[in-house]
């Protein structure tokens, strides 16, 4: 019978790269996506700064619409490099 592994909590984006999860954008409007380079937007937001923040604030620096950003497991391999992230943060209203 195989064991249950325990739920882990993921708040912000350092405990999103810490437990080894990657961070897909994707824009339903313009069709363009693009994996997170985490370690990097780590760098530039803080490792505390909230996975609702950015879900709040992203978005596509194509068209400026609101992005759907996908989490999954990260594959082993060369992390995404260049940009820290492929969106913007909208200004705070």
Not at 25 to 30: E, G, I, V
């Amino acid at each position: 019978m195989a064991s249950k592994l325990p739920a882990v909590r993921l708040n912000t984006i350092g405990q999103i790269e810490e437990q080894g999860y990657a961070l897909r954008l994707d824009c339903p409007s313009c069709e363009r996506g693009a994996d997170v380079d985490l370690s990097a937007l780590v760098r530039q937001l803080g490792a505390d700064f909230a996975l609702p923040e950015l879900r709040r604030h992203a978005a596509c620096p194509h068209c400026g619409a609101a992005v759907n950003i996908t989490m999954r497991l990260a594959a082993a391999g060369t992390p995404p490099t260049g940009h820290p992230m492929a969106m913007r943060l909208k200004p705070k209203r």
